[in-house]
């Protein structure tokens, strides 16, 4: 809870240092480029995903009978299942896109979400809006959606874990606020987020299988800096 309540504060310092580093080169770099990409912005943001994912479509070997509540705890060789993901998660991403309309940007996003289970690369296709460009502070809104892929370890690979990704939906809303005359600005959203997963545990000499599909439900609050 120490480490919840400080990285409100870090991360802030870090952005508006960074944000300023940013829109200096932008501004420099503005001048040479040709005009569409000079037109492109960029978001990006950090935060946290709370709440739990859900198991569905599970197919265990029906040779065992493991008390699957118990797997997390390590009692059984396979100490692969989830159990409840009830933790706060660490998100990154990074949006470019290109402005549409002057309150709509659509583009690309690429992330990093880090779950105590899997370590997820979301990319995906997003829509940003701000209602009231020309405020200092707006309301914003964004959906992205595309894929997940996940970073499989060297212990998934020697005991034969086949890890995939799946969809990804992220709906969010929050404020945008104007800190310079160039088009820099600090946000924060809060939103809904959709990620899904699983993994196949093949063993066909220790006549063990087992495969998982998951649905991680989280509720996403970040902080970023835009430009």
């Given at each position: 809870m120490k480490n919840l309540k400080i990285f409100p504060a870090i991360l802030l310092a870090v952005l508006l240092l960074t944000e300023k580093s940013f829109a200096q080169n932008?501004?420099?770099?503005?001048?040479?480029?040709?005009?569409?990409?000079?037109?492109?912005?960029?978001?990006?943001?950090?935060g946290f995903l709370l709440g739990e994912q859900a198991a569905i479509n599970n197919n265990y070997n029906?040779?065992?009978?493991?008390?699957?509540?118990?797997?997390?705890?390590?009692?059984?060789?396979?100490?692969?299942?989830?159990?409840?993901?009830?933790?706060?998660?660490?998100?990154?991403?990074?949006?470019?896109?290109?402005?549409?309309?002057?309150?709509?940007?659509?583009?690309?996003?690429?992330?990093?979400?880090?779950y105590r289970s899997n370590i997820i690369t979301p990319v995906s296709v997003s829509v940003k809006s701000t209602l009231v460009p020309s405020k200092r502070i707006s309301p914003i809104g964004?959906?992205?959606v595309g894929y997940g892929f996940i970073w499989k370890s060297e212990a998934d690979k020697v005991n034969n874990i086949d890890k995939y990704g799946g969809l990804m939906i992220n709906p969010s809303a929050g404020f945008r606020i104007?800190?310079?005359?160039?088009?820099?600005?600090?946000?924060?959203?809060v939103g809904y987020k959709l990620q899904q997963s699983g993994f196949e545990n093949n063993r066909p000499d220790e006549k063990f299988y087992l495969t998982e599909k998951r649905s991680f439900n989280?509720?996403?609050?970040?902080?970023?800096?835009?430009?």
């Open positions: 932008q501004s420099q770099a503005t001048k040479s480029k040709p005009e569409f990409w000079s037109k492109l912005v960029h978001n990006t943001e950090m029906p040779i065992y009978s493991y008390d699957m509540s118990k797997m997390a705890s390590s009692i059984y060789p396979y100490p692969y299942y989830y159990g409840d993901d009830r933790y706060s998660n660490f998100t990154f991403q990074h949006f470019t896109g290109y402005p549409v309309h002057k309150a709509i940007n659509m583009g690309l996003t690429a992330g990093f979400d880090y964004s959906l992205d104007k800190v310079g005359n160039d088009g820099s600005n600090l946000n924060i959203n989280r509720l996403s609050i970040r902080l970023g800096f835009g430009f």
